[in-house]
């Protein structure tokens, strides 16, 4: 039996790669509906139709960026074969992916819902429970390390994440702001550099340094 109705006259796939640019450009609430339209080279009512609403069409630019511009990410905290190593390639590559001349700056995920109004909440919501997952992953790759004798026993690594992930979000933040890449990738080897001190025992964390022995005084001379 034939479809009904009459069919799409553009391609999907490529209307929403060109909403994501747009979302990650301007961010969710300041990107009008005329300029999603516009930029998707669609009607309102072909936006409407294929994707139902504004919202709609973020999460769905949303799950688009992480599945194309997270893949990176992903790779190295399922492939590289130590904790280190993982959170080095995440903080290095976007180090670049948040500076490429190809794309708009820093990271979709952290920019695009940051600030909006009551209206948004569901997207700020939306958007917050996906840094959560990132934060979340990496956690789960250092809890690998644990296992695996990498990492001490009694690492906090929830903590750990959460201090890495600061720093990438910090990172996608002077990008927009304008650093080049090679500024953000001193920040990253700034982070790693810690590494040994973030990943430390709770026995060892917080610990002053042995305090200086005292001078023995020096005999008299005569």
Same mark, same amino acid.
């Given at each position: 039996? &034939?479809?009904?109705?009459?069919?799409?006259?553009?391609?999907?796939?490529?209307?929403? $790669?060109?909403?994501?640019?747009?979302?990650?450009?301007?961010?969710?609430?300041?990107?009008?509906?005329?300029?999603?339209?516009?930029?998707? $080279?669609?009607?309102?009512?072909?936006?409407?139709?294929?994707?139902?609403?504004? $919202?709609q069409l973020f999460r769905e630019a949303v799950a688009l960026y992480n599945d194309?511009?997270?893949?990176?990410?992903?790779?190295?905290?399922?492939?590289e074969p130590t904790a280190y190593a993982a959170v080095a390639a995440v903080l290095?590559?976007?180090?670049?992916?948040?500076?490429?001349?190809? +794309?708009? @700056?820093?990271?979709?995920?952290?920019?695009? &819902?940051?600030?909006?109004?009551?209206?948004? &909440?569901?997207?700020?919501?939306?958007?917050?429970?996906?840094?959560?997952?990132? *934060?979340?992953?990496?956690?789960?790759?250092?809890? +690998?390390? *644990?296992?695996?004798?990498?990492?001490?026993?009694?690492?906090?690594?929830?903590?750990?994440?959460?201090?890495?992930? @600061? *720093?990438?979000?910090?990172?996608?933040?002077?990008?927009?702001?304008?650093? +080049? @890449?090679?500024?953000?990738e001193r920040v990253a080897e700034c982070a790693l550099a810690a590494w040994g001190?973030?990943? &430390?025992?709770?026995?060892?964390?917080?610990?002053?340094? !042995?305090?200086?022995? !005292? +001078?023995?005084?020096?005999?008299?001379?005569?």
């Amino acid at each position: 039996m &034939a479809a009904r109705g009459r069919p799409r006259g553009f391609d999907r796939a490529t209307a929403l $790669e060109r909403a994501m640019q747009a979302f990650w450009t301007h961010g969710y609430e300041t990107t009008s509906m005329t300029e999603l339209t516009s930029a998707m $080279e669609i009607s309102s009512p072909s936006l409407y139709a294929a994707f139902g609403s504004k $919202e709609q069409l973020f999460r769905e630019a949303v799950a688009l960026y992480n599945d194309t511009e997270g893949g990176p990410v992903t790779r190295a905290l399922t492939e590289e074969p130590t904790a280190y190593a993982a959170v080095a390639a995440v903080l290095r590559e976007n180090a670049r992916a948040y500076t490429g001349d190809d +794309r708009p @700056a820093g990271c979709m995920i952290v920019l695009a &819902a940051m600030n909006v109004s009551d209206a948004g &909440a569901d997207v700020r919501d939306h958007l917050a429970q996906w840094r959560r997952s990132g *934060v979340e992953m990496m956690a789960a790759r250092l809890d +690998r390390g *644990v296992r695996e004798g990498e990492l001490p026993p009694d690492a906090d690594t929830a903590t750990i994440a959460a201090f890495y992930t @600061a *720093v990438l979000q910090g990172m996608s933040v002077q990008a927009v702001d304008g650093a +080049r @890449a090679e500024d953000l990738e001193r920040v990253a080897e700034c982070a790693l550099a810690a590494w040994g001190a973030v990943t &430390a025992s709770h026995r060892t964390q917080g610990e002053p340094p !042995p305090a200086a022995l !005292p +001078r023995t005084p020096e005999p008299a001379g005569g």
